[in-house]
């Protein structure tokens, strides 16, 4: 599962990733803090499921 983490907080983000990957151990988290990495990272590499 890929997960992505969208705070302009970085230490928001990587609490926020730290609980969801204790929960689901083998979650790839994507972090980002801004609508341009955000655009990166749904473009780029394996897809997010945005059901």
């Known amino acids: ?3 992505i983490f969208i705070d302009d907080d970085a230490d928001s ?8 990957i204790r929960e689901f151990p083998g979650t790839e988290a994507v972090e980002v803090a801004d609508l ?3 655009q990166v990272a749904l473009d780029a590499g394996p897809r ?3 059901d």
């Not at 983000?13 to 969801?20: D, F, K, P």
């Open 1 to 3: 599962m890929r997960a």
């Open 13 to 20: 983000r990587a609490l926020a990733a730290r609980a969801v």
């Open 36 to 38: 341009e990495a955000l």
């Open 48 to 50: 997010f499921d945005r």
